[in-house]
Each structure stands twice: as C-alpha cells, then as structure tokens.
C-alpha cells in the first residue's frame, strides 16, 4: 500500500470507511451548509473533505474514499500534486495579484507559451486567459465574431458549454441547466451529433457530419455562421465519443467555408483522453480551442488559444477581466503542466483506459442494463438502458451511484438522461486502487440487479 504527500498529509491511499456515509460530522456540517449556502447549490456525494491526493479523498469522519471524479475532471495530475504545489506557494508570498492588464508578470506568458506549444497544429497561436470555463467559451465566440464579421454560432445536441447566459443557449439541456433562466442570447443554432449508440442505422462519421451540414446549410447559411463550438468528446451530455471522420469531416467543411473550427477542450484537454487534448485522436486542427479545469491541477483556470491572426483580430482592450490569468493560477498551470511532462501522463491515460475497459467489459457480460461503454484514455463512461433497448435507465444508475458512494467510491453520472456512468479517476491513482474501486463497481451492479 503506497502513501502520497498531499495537502502536508501522508494520506495512505487505501479505501477505509470508519462510519456510514455521510457520518457524523459530515452531517453536521450540512446542516450548517443547509443554512448559509443557497440550496441551488447541490451535492452529488456529502462528505467534507479536508485531504485529498494520489487517488483518495479523506474526510473529516476519517472516511478515506477513492475518487472516480477528480472534481469534474479538474485534478487531472492528482489533488495538490507537488509541484502545483511547491509552485503557488513559492508565487503566493511573492506576489497574489496586480491584475495582468494593469502590468504583466512572467506567468501568463508562460501559460500562453506552453498552450502555444501543445495544443494541436504547428501555426503561430496566441492565447487569452480567463477564469472558468464558461468564461473562455463566451470570448471563444466574442473572437470569432470580429475575426468573421459574422453571428451565427452552431452547437451540437447533447453540448454543455456552461452556466452563463450565453453558454447557457449553448449548452442542451434543459434541466438543471436553463430552467427558468432565460430569455437566452439569441444566434445559437443547434445540430444533431454523432451519437454511435443512438444511431438508428450505425450511421458512419462522415454521414452524420454531412447530416448536420445539410441542416446547417438550410437553417443557418455558412456565409452568416461565425464558428462551430463541438466538444470531440461530449462532457456532460455523456462521454459521447462521435463516430470516427465526423469530427474531420466537418473541420474541413469549416476551412472550406470561412467558419471557425471550436473545439471546446475544457473537460477532454490536457491529458485526459491519452493525448494533450481529445482533437490529436484524429488528427484534427482547430482554430480555436478552449481549456480549463485540468489545466491548473484544481486552481481557476481558462484560455482561449488560436490562431495568431484570428485571435489578434480582437481590438486593443477587448479582451480581459480582472483575475484571468491570475499569477498564482498561472503558478498552478505551470505546476500542472510539469507534472503532466515529467510523468507522461498521457501514456498513464492509456493504462487507465486499458484497465477500465478490461472492468468494464466483465461487469456488462453479467449485467445487460449496460448498453454501451465508450470514452478515451481516463474519460469512460458507461450507458444504462433497459437490457435489449435504448431506453434510459436512469433510476438503476442512481441506486448504482448510491451503492458507490455508500461503499467509499466517488462516481459521477452524466448524460441528457442523466443514465451515464463517468469514470475520471485523477491519472495520479495507483492500479490497486483503480482495481478497487472497479471491484466496487461490479458489487453494485450485483446489488442492485
Ligand atoms: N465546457 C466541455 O465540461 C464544465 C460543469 C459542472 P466551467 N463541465 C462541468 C456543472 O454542473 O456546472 C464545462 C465543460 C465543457 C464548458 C464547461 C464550463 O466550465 O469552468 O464550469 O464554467
């Protein structure tokens, strides 16, 4: 059993539960959250955490849990990795802040630089850096707007692109994400994805590319369209990997027809898939691209990098925002970034994957419920139906996710059904813990049969 140094803690990275979940003084605690944080704010999984690292999470119960989820995705190189560490704390009793448009500092080049050099493509680049991903979204659109002179901007079903008013018209679905919350912003057009296992006819990529294309030729017209904003893998409509050539085959509509390329990295980027970013899986090249969460190894970080031409169509001044690109996130990216080179966390992806899929494939020969399993590298994922159909099965995945979570796993669902299991395991985890937790998976599965 190995221990990892996290958050000044030796956190030994076994599962140990020495309570019900959520004990004692975790319940207490929601009770106070109860009272002071607003009840829109929801929980997947109660537990206050007060040390996390390698592939666990500790709360203050005692309760050593393994985590599937990496916070959405976000602590990628594992939860206070070294040198995220060892780099803010040496930045933060430097300097906090003095706001990169008021009088710049090394960091945000640095970032820039290193987007600069791994994101997919060879051409000269220039990025931007914000503080959610939402935030690099709303600019990724801003950008593609001055540089085309055009409005129009075309999404995908099943996308989320985030929670604020425009991303919101961007992303899908309706609940939790919109209700109630509109009038949304106008000149979003939405197409139909490549969704292999939903397709009537296993429709291949360049069809279902050419499907949407004809859609956005009659509803839209390229000459009024800006960009096209897709995920390469659906995040949180359900890990939906699209069929191969879907994704190349509508790059190259765009390049043919003056549209902007998007891909929306945030959640598929920096290493994540088993490449720096979900777009090296088929070669594709984007004009933009966003990122974020993995990005700082769990500190607010966002950026738009494209195309040096079409980013510096932007007027002087008309991107930026107090905190984007903050120096201590900066620190934290950088931190992030070393780990990912020093420990070739994209190979470590690839492992994850082969692991996972061998679980995977085992528990959906005993349980039929498990339609589909799909995903790249660390980002897997796992479809519920009704055994012999497509439809959704949304309430076993819920008693599946309770079972998990009762038992020390962190597991997240996803998808418009809300019936997709998300395995993200931070690529820090050891094998013995990932086999674990897949062994808890599997009772679940039986348990709940
Ligand atoms: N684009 C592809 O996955 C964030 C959302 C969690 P922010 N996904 C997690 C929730 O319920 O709010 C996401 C994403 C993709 C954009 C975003 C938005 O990123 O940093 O949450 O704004």
Excluded at 67 to 93: C, F, H, K, Y
Excluded at 281 to 310: C, F, M, Q, S, W
Excluded at 311 to 334: E, F, I, K, R, S
Excluded at 404 to 417: F, S
Aim: hydrophobic share 45%; proline share 5%.
């Amino acid at each position: 059993m190995s221990t990892t140094v996290a958050g000044g803690t030796a956190l030994v990275q076994q599962r140990n539960l020495v309570t019900e979940i959520p004990g004692p003084k975790s319940q207490e605690k929601l009770a106070r959250k109860k009272q002071y944080v607003a009840d829109g704010v929801g929980t997947t999984l109660p537990v206050f955490v007060e040390a996390a690292g390698g592939g666990v999470l500790r709360d203050v119960d005692g309760n050593t849990l393994i985590d599937l989820g990496s916070g959405i995705a976000v602590t990628t190189v594992g939860n206070a990795a070294p040198q995220v560490v060892a780099r803010v704390q040496e930045q933060v009793a430097a300097f906090t802040h003095t706001c990169f448009m008021v009088t710049p500092y090394d960091g945000y080049v640095d970032v820039a630089a290193a987007l600069a050099e791994l994101t997919p493509g060879d051409h000269a680049k220039k990025s931007a850096l914000f503080n959610s991903g939402a935030e690099a979204v709303e600019n990724a659109v801003k950008i593609a707007r001055v540089a085309t002179g055009r409005d129009a901007v075309v999404v995908f079903d099943h996308a989320y692109h985030g929670r604020t008013n425009l991303t919101m018209a961007m992303t899908a679905k309706n609940m939790p994400y919109k209700n109630g919350f509109g009038p949304f912003a106008g000149e979003i057009y939405r197409v139909p994805m490549s969704y292999p296992f939903r397709e009537t006819e296993g429709i291949k990529g360049a069809d279902a590319a050419a499907r949407a294309i004809d859609q956005i030729e009659k509803q839209v017209g390229a000459e009024n369209l800006a960009c096209v904003v897709i995920e390469p893998i659906l995040g949180e409509g359900g890990f939906v990997v699209p069929a191969d050539g879907f994704l190349p085959a509508l790059a190259a509509w765009c390049r043919d027809h003056g549209v902007l390329f998007v891909a929306d990295e945030i959640q598929s980027g920096f290493c994540r898939t088993g490449d720096w970013f979900a777009c090296n899986h088929e070669g594709v090249v984007p004009d933009l691209i966003t990122t974020a969460k993995g990005i700082a190894g769990g500190l607010p970080l966002a950026a738009v990098t494209g195309r040096a031409e079409v980013m510096d169509a932007v007027h002087a001044g008309g991107l930026g925002g107090t905190y984007g690109g903050n120096p201590v996130v900066c620190a934290a990216a950088l931190g992030a970034i070393a780990e990912m080179r020093d420990h070739d966390l994209p190979a470590r992806a690839r492992a994850i994957e082969a692991t996972i899929r061998r679980r995977l494939d085992a528990i959906a020969a005993d349980h039929p419920t498990i339609g589909d399993i799909r995903g790249r590298g660390a980002m897997m994922a796992i479809e519920l139906v009704k055994p012999g159909t497509l439809e959704p099965d949304a309430a076993r995945t819920s008693a599946v996710a309770a079972y998990c979570h009762a038992h020390g796993v962190v597991v997240l669902t996803c998808g418009t059904w809300g019936n997709v299991f998300r395995f993200l395991p931070p690529l820090s985890i050891g094998d013995d813990l990932l086999e674990e937790a897949f062994d808890v998976v599997a009772e679940a599965f039986a348990a709940t049969a």
